[in-house]
């Protein structure tokens, strides 16, 4: 259901809303000063009763996470969080940056306190200079008013953040890599187990949080967890709160808005995006361009009453509420939550080519079935819509894709992997036709307006 | 000629290393610091970096050629980057590309004869709500026109 919230977007249209007097103005560092007086196990109680499902693309609920650190022992934890941003179709965290860092800040110091660590670092991309820039005024105003620094809020446990930047590699953007980029080595994923709460950055235990989940740790404790979790429509399936939503590609009005968790993708794409550009709708990728898309005409099928899905037997996946167990039962994932709609006007051959494009250029090399199959997925696929390629190829395609599933060492196999698959079954036929008739099937194109005439600015 | 840091980068420097627990995490940031000043890693950067951290040439060497944004040969005074994934292509990427290819003069990766340009493709930016969209330096320009690539680029090369 359509609930459009101001939470974590409260101060999105204030003046200089990024600056600490504003902030405070609003409410802001009370519950960091609470934390700080709180006990870490009742900062976990909070953030697990919130059902909060972690906003960087795998879902895992914090508060859990939050749990599996260590005791506090002389080992010091590090928690770091994840601003990078680069799954393509990708841009919610960098507004909290840009309008609201010290939400980000403070979020940071119930983090630290809520996991047992002294310091987080904010890995961010390093192409977003603005956020940067004002995650840092943020940092440097809150160190100057005591509320960083050896003894915040006069709490003798002294908490320090700081800003981390990449280089220019999406893989940085998986946690282990991350933590490898942070300590300052080549962005490569590392096996788990060790798991970063046992051997995280630099080998001690750390907590890695997506830039949203952390941000949102401060209305969790303001309103209380549990309160915080009944804003959505799947509370009953442990999928809580509030969290951003955004839509690009083929709609009227791209963006992103706050709303209740349970939006569905037609709410989204029709209600907010303004309705789609140029045509009907093909397909929309939910979640980030490593989630499978979703044709208008698949239905939900749950026949079983006992099915989690049965309620929504029967109906379009656009009307199913948005979320990490709903949209995995129809064969897809939330991911981060920014959608990407195609047209009909543009063709599914040529969108996964510059996706597997994409996802070839950014494989870090380690793993052969990643590195050698994104490889040969492209070339495929140039053979494709260079009007080379024999029908046979179609199946090596899936057989290529198949072969990376399960046999890297992080996600990004299968993130390359089922995405491709997610086209190759759902558009068969417009592959078919389009390698039978060397594209003349297709429309041949992926714009659909000429770029001088579409949004004047 | 050895590179070294001019002294106001050498007291960032100095609040660089003051975040970390060991001098090996301050590579990425330093090369940027290096880069920023010399325009690119050249060899003298990489034993700059290594020496400063006490850390292998080679360690510093696999850093700098793992990540996009480090440039191992010298380049023009400005950086365009077209975004060019799916959120863009989808609204015109490709039309961006080509304008500042003509306008430019040149190819992706390659720089303009004066010195003063280099044209690069750049993947997803962050940027898709507001797309086509293009970097120059450290700035973004989004819901870009033809129009606006003409004036953006006329105004890096006057
Ligand atoms: C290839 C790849 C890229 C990723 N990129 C990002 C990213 O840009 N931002 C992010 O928050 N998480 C990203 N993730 C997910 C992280 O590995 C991790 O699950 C997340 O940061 C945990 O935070 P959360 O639990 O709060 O969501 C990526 C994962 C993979 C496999
Ligand atoms: S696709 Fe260009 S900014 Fe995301």
């Given at each position: 259901?359509?609930?459009?919230?101001?939470?974590?977007?409260?101060?999105?249209?204030?003046?200089?809303?990024?600056?600490?007097?504003?902030?405070?103005?609003?409410?802001?560092?009370?519950?960091?000063?609470?934390?700080?007086?709180?006990?870490?196990?009742?900062?976990?109680?909070?953030?697990?009763?919130?059902?909060?499902?972690?906003?960087?693309?795998?879902?895992?609920?914090?508060?859990?996470?939050?749990?599996?650190?260590?005791?506090?022992?002389?080992?010091?934890?590090?928690?770091?969080?994840?601003?990078?941003?680069g799954e393509p179709?990708?841009?919610?965290?960098?507004?909290?940056?840009?309008?609201?860092?010290?939400?980000?800040?403070?979020?940071?110091?119930?983090?630290?306190?809520?996991?047992?660590?002294?310091?987080?670092?904010?890995?961010?991309?390093?192409?977003?200079?603005?956020?940067?820039?004002?995650?840092?005024?943020?940092?440097?105003?809150?160190?100057?008013?005591?509320?960083?620094?050896?003894?915040?809020?006069?709490?003798?446990?002294?908490?320090?953040?700081?800003?981390?930047?990449?280089?220019g590699a999406y893989i940085?953007?998986e946690?282990?890599?991350?933590?490898?980029?942070?300590?300052?080595?080549?962005?490569?994923?590392?096996?788990?187990?060790?798991?970063?709460?046992?051997?995280?950055?630099?080998?001690?235990?750390?907590?890695?949080?997506?830039?949203?989940?952390?941000?949102?740790?401060?209305?969790?404790?303001?309103?209380?967890?549990?309160?915080?979790?009944?804003?959505?429509?799947?509370?009953?399936?442990?999928?809580?709160?509030?969290?951003?939503?955004?839509?690009?590609?083929?709609?009227?009005?791209?963006?992103?808005?706050?709303?209740?968790?349970?939006?569905?993708?037609?709410?989204?794409?029709?209600?907010?995006?303004?309705?789609?550009?140029?045509?009907?709708?093909?397909?929309?990728?939910?979640?980030?361009s490593s989630?499978?898309?979703?044709?208008?005409?698949?239905?939900?099928?749950?026949?079983?009453?006992?099915?989690?899905?049965?309620?929504?037997?029967?109906?379009?996946?656009?009307?199913?509420?948005?979320?990490?167990?709903?949209?995995?039962?129809?064969?897809?994932?939330?991911?981060?939550?920014?959608?990407?709609?195609?047209?009909?006007?543009?063709?599914?051959v040529l969108a996964m080519h510059n996706l597997m494009r994409f996802y070839r250029h950014e494989s870090c090399g380690q793993c052969t079935p990643c590195r050698e199959g994104s490889g040969w997925i492209e070339r495929i696929l140039d053979r494709i819509v260079a009007?080379?390629?024999?029908?046979?190829e179609?199946?090596r395609l899936?057989?290529i894709a198949?072969n990376i599933?399960?046999?890297t060492?992080c996600?990004f196999g299968e993130g390359t992997a089922m995405p491709a698959l997610?086209f190759l079954?759902?558009?068969?036929?417009?592959?078919?036709?389009?390698?039978?008739?060397?594209?003349?099937?297709?429309?041949?194109?992926?714009?659909?307006?000429?770029?001088?005439?579409?949004?004047?600015? | 000629?050895?590179?070294?840091?001019?002294?106001?980068?050498?007291?960032?420097?100095?609040?660089?290393?003051?975040?970390?627990?060991?001098?090996?995490?301050?590579?990425?940031?330093?090369?940027?610091?290096?880069?920023?000043?010399?325009?690119?890693?050249?060899?003298?950067?990489?034993?700059?970096?290594?020496?400063?951290?006490?850390?292998?040439?080679?360690?510093?060497?696999?850093?700098?050629?793992f990540?996009t944004?480090?440039?191992?040969?010298?380049?023009?005074?400005?950086?365009?980057?077209?975004?060019r994934t799916l959120?863009?292509a989808?609204?015109?990427?490709?039309?961006?590309?080509?304008?500042?290819?003509?306008?430019?003069?040149?190819?992706i990766?390659?720089?303009?004869?004066?010195?003063?340009?280099?044209?690069?493709t750049a993947e997803c930016?962050?940027?898709?709500?507001?797309?086509?969209?293009?970097?120059?330096?450290?700035?973004?320009?989004?819901?870009?026109?033809?129009?606006?690539?003409?004036?953006?680029?006329?105004?890096?090369?006057?």
């Open positions: 259901m359509l609930k459009q919230t101001k939470i974590l977007t409260k101060r999105y249209d204030l003046d200089e809303s990024w600056t600490l007097q504003t902030y405070e103005k609003t409410g802001g560092y009370k519950q960091a000063r609470r934390a700080m007086r709180m006990t870490r196990e009742d900062i976990v109680a909070e953030m697990k009763a919130a059902n909060l499902r972690g906003r960087g693309g795998a879902g895992f609920p914090m508060g859990v996470k939050w749990s599996f650190m260590p005791p506090k022992g002389d080992k010091p934890h590090y928690l770091a969080i994840n601003a990078d941003e179709g990708t841009f919610k965290d960098r507004t909290i940056m840009e309008k609201d860092p010290h939400s980000v800040v403070e979020g940071c110091i119930i983090g630290c306190r809520g996991i047992g660590a002294n310091a987080a670092y904010i890995y961010v991309r390093d192409e977003l200079h603005l956020s940067k820039a004002r995650l840092w005024d943020a940092i440097h105003e809150a160190r100057k008013k005591g509320y960083l620094g050896a003894k915040p809020f006069g709490v003798d446990y002294p908490v320090d953040v700081f800003v981390h930047t990449g280089a940085c953007g946690e282990t890599s991350l933590l490898n980029s942070l300590e300052g080595r080549r962005g490569e994923p590392r096996l788990k187990p060790p798991f970063p709460a046992q051997y995280g950055a630099f080998g001690m235990p750390t907590t890695v949080n997506n830039l949203e989940s952390i941000a949102a740790a401060v209305p969790i404790l303001e309103m209380g967890g549990d309160n915080f979790s009944q804003l959505s429509d799947l509370h009953h399936m442990r999928d809580g709160g509030s969290r951003l939503f955004g839509v690009s590609g083929h709609v009227n009005n791209p963006g992103t808005w706050e709303c209740a968790v349970g939006l569905t993708l037609r709410e989204l794409i029709y209600d907010l995006g303004g309705g789609v550009k140029g045509g009907e709708l093909l397909g929309v990728i939910p979640g980030g989630t499978p898309i979703l044709r208008p005409d698949e239905k939900v099928h749950a026949p079983n009453e006992d099915d989690p899905m049965h309620k929504w037997h029967g109906q379009s996946v656009l009307d199913v509420p948005m979320g990490v167990d709903t949209l995995r039962n129809c064969g897809t994932m939330l991911g981060t939550c920014c959608a990407t709609v195609l047209s009909d006007q543009a063709c599914p009007g080379e390629a024999e029908i046979e179609l199946d899936h057989e198949g599933m399960g046999n060492i996600a997610g079954k759902k558009f068969r036929k417009e592959f078919e036709d389009f390698v039978r008739t060397k594209g003349k099937s297709s429309t041949g194109r992926l714009t659909i307006a000429a770029s001088s005439d579409h949004r004047a600015a | 000629m050895a590179f070294s840091l001019t002294p106001e980068r050498q007291e960032t420097l100095q609040d660089i290393l003051s975040r970390y627990p060991n001098k090996m995490a301050a590579t990425i940031p330093l090369l940027h610091l290096c880069q920023e000043q010399n325009g690119w890693v050249s060899d003298e950067v990489v034993d700059y970096v290594a020496t400063t951290l006490e850390l292998p040439t080679a360690h510093v060497f696999g850093v700098v050629t990540y944004l480090f440039f191992t040969h010298p380049m023009g005074k400005h950086h365009v980057w077209v975004c959120s863009c989808l609204n015109g990427a490709d039309e961006i590309l080509e304008r500042c290819k003509d306008k430019l003069g040149i190819d990766g390659e720089t303009t004869e004066d010195g003063q340009v280099s044209l690069h930016l962050a940027s898709c709500g507001t797309a086509p969209m293009m970097q120059i330096d450290k700035e973004y320009h989004e819901n870009l026109t033809l129009d606006q690539v003409d004036v953006l680029l006329d105004r890096l090369r006057s």
